[in-house]
């Protein structure tokens, strides 16, 4: 009887196991990092007033949602002296390491979107602020985009391909 053993395929096989997971791993990565990326931008570029509008964006994954929770102390009745610009903490700071910690739990396969739950987030989007209280002021308005630097702004700039593939290295 003639007999052809497949010892070498079983550890064949295992190998390429172990490469599908470093690969897996690696795109889980990759992911976790553009994502960030969005959220910093997204967080960084918010017109700022209170601070409450840059702290409403959420990063969705696995079913866990945002919703609206104003910040303490919220009110769109601030003075010019006390207002806050894009960019300013303690909102920024605050609202990355909460949100941190959910991009963490991203895999590769994972749904992920990134919501701001504000009720004023889509007005802001288009130049006017909040409840129609005043405009955006030339300090919230990202001078390299010309307009308010939030979900245009990330489209554009995360749906070029050239720019995303610099991210993945």
């Keep these: 009887m003639a007999a052809l053993g497949f010892q070498g395929v ?3 096989m295992a190998k390429l196991e172990k490469h599908k ?3 897996l791993g690696s795109i889980t990565e990759t992911k976790r990092r553009i994502v960030r990326h969005v959220l910093n931008d997204l967080v960084k570029n918010s017109p700022q007033w209170s601070g409450n509008l840059a702290s409403q964006w959420y990063v ?3 079913g ?3 919703s609206y929770r104003p ?3 919220y009110s769109a009745q601030r003075t010019r002296d006390e207002a806050y610009s894009m960019g300013d903490d303690p909102a920024v700071s605050q609202t990355l390491a909460r949100e941190y910690v ?7 396969n994972s749904k992920v979107q990134i919501s701001n739950y504000a009720p004023y987030a889509d007005q802001v989007e288009k130049g006017i602020g909040p409840e129609g209280t005043q405009g955006i002021r030339p300090e919230n308005i990202l001078a390299s ?3 308010v630097a939030m979900v245009g702004y990330v489209s554009v700039k995360y749906n070029n391909l050239r720019y995303l593939r610099g991210l993945a290295i």
């Design 10 to 12: 079983s550890a064949a």
């Design 21 to 23: 997971l470093l690969v």
């Design 60 to 62: 969705e994954v696995h």
């Design 64 to 66: 866990k949602k945002g």
């Design 71 to 73: 910040i303490a102390g």
């Design 102 to 108: 959910t991009i963490d739990e991203i895999r590769w």
């Design 145 to 147: 985009y010309g307009a």
